[in-house]
């Protein structure tokens, strides 16, 4: 307290220098003073001269502390940059939504196509196959063997999957009419065989006559009631075509069946090898 007392005239001497327009009022309070009074002003005053550091750091305080124009201008500055910076990415974010929207799939992904074929495609190629067969009169797969209790017989000498082709049931393709006139007069002679084969075609009765000794194997092939062969229609050019297919998968060094479908008394009684 005494040395706030004594040294109020320099402290205020020393705070208005360093503000504007307070220097004739410090220099009023500093000549108001006693001259006795004054040894012991300047005593008092010597005795702050002892705490330095705190004016130092009173002094560093003010020096640090921005001044209120400087503080405001940097608080309008990053303002005004954040306004920029936010006002930027808005345009970009838009141009690329515009160019995603332009954009497809196949832009990024290259573009796989399937190289399977359809199941009317390989229907196609397999008639192709088939029909050029027929009329190649080419029949591989297969040999003639000797079967006991059979006679001749043919024998696989490939596997065959099940629907495969494997062979024509060749002969002469005749209508009912002729193939009537035929029947009776191979019935004249025991020792001629049973090679006919009657079929409906486009509600018409056809018959394929393979009688005659050739040196296709279709017709040598075996009778049986559970044969790994079936029969079926194919046309070429319109013309009804009998041939066998593998009814189930077959196996190398398997004899060739399949079922005659006749079961009449009389070619039962005639050929008791169809019963089986």
Not at 79 to 108: F, H, M, S
Not at 145 to 169: L, M, Q, W
Not at 237 to 261: M, Q, T
């Amino acid at each position: 307290m005494h040395h706030e007392v004594k040294c109020q005239g320099k402290t205020l001497n020393e705070t208005c220098r360093r503000g504007d327009g307070k220097k004739s009022t410090v220099n009023t309070i500093e000549g108001a003073i006693k001259p006795e009074d004054q040894n012991d002003k300047e005593s008092g005053c010597n005795s702050s001269a002892s705490f330095p550091n705190q004016k130092q750091e009173a002094a560093e305080t003010q020096k640090n502390m921005p001044l209120p124009s400087d503080s405001t201008d940097a608080a309008n500055a990053k303002q005004a940059q954040k306004k920029v910076v936010k006002a930027k990415p808005g345009p970009r974010r838009k141009a690329q939504g515009k160019t995603l929207q332009n954009r497809k799939v196949t832009d990024y992904y290259p573009v796989r196509r399937s190289s399977r074929k359809s199941k009317t495609e390989l229907q196609t190629e397999e008639k192709r196959r088939i029909d050029e067969l027929i009329e190649s009169g080419k029949e591989e797969g297969m040999k003639i063997d000797f079967i006991d209790g059979k006679g001749r017989g043919v024998i696989a000498t490939k596997h065959f999957n099940r629907g495969e082709f494997v062979v024509e049931y060749h002969g002469d393709l005749i209508e009912i009419t002729d193939a009537k006139k035929r029947e009776a007069v191979y019935a004249q002679d025991p020792s001629t065989g049973c090679y006919m084969y009657y079929f409906q075609y486009l509600s018409k009765m056809y018959c394929v006559d393979a009688t005659k000794e050739t040196n296709r194997l279709g017709r040598l092939i075996n009778h049986s009631k559970c044969g790994n062969c079936q029969t079926k229609l194919h046309d070429v050019d319109g013309v009804p075509h009998l041939i066998l297919i593998a009814s189930r998968d077959i196996k190398v060094g398997e004899e060739l069946l399949y079922d005659y479908g006749d079961r009449s008394k009389a070619s039962i009684e005639a050929h008791p090898w169809l019963k089986h």
